[in-house]
């Protein structure tokens, strides 16, 4: 059973070596590379989810633009794109 999981939105590769002795069952993050995530797996037990690197940053762009309005006012104009970067949708379906 997973209780313990680490997680990085966007590109995380660069952190399994940290993961790794973090002491969680599995890492979710995005846009693993082949290589570092296979050697990873060989020298490591942690499990590891590849999603898709829009749909893990997406989700806290609106806190992060509240935090900014709050913080500057108007004074710093922030718009939060609706548009979806990520070459993986499926349309139509």
């Known amino acids: 059973m997973v209780s313990r999981v680490a997680v990085c939105g966007g590109a995380g590769d660069s952190l399994l070596a940290e993961v790794a002795a973090a002491g969680v069952q599995a890492y979710v993050t995005a846009d693993l590379r082949h290589h570092p995530a296979d ?22 762009c609106n ?9 500057f006012g108007p004074s710093l104009p922030v718009t939060v794109s609706d548009v979806r970067t990520d070459p993986w949708n499926v349309e139509g379906c």
Request: hydrophobic share 50%; proline share 3%; net charge negative.
């Open 39 to 60: 050697e990873h797996r060989r020298a490591s037990d942690v499990a590891l989810i590849d999603a898709a690197h829009w749909a893990t940053e997406f989700p806290w």
């Open 63 to 71: 806190q992060a633009a509240a935090l900014l309005r709050n913080h």
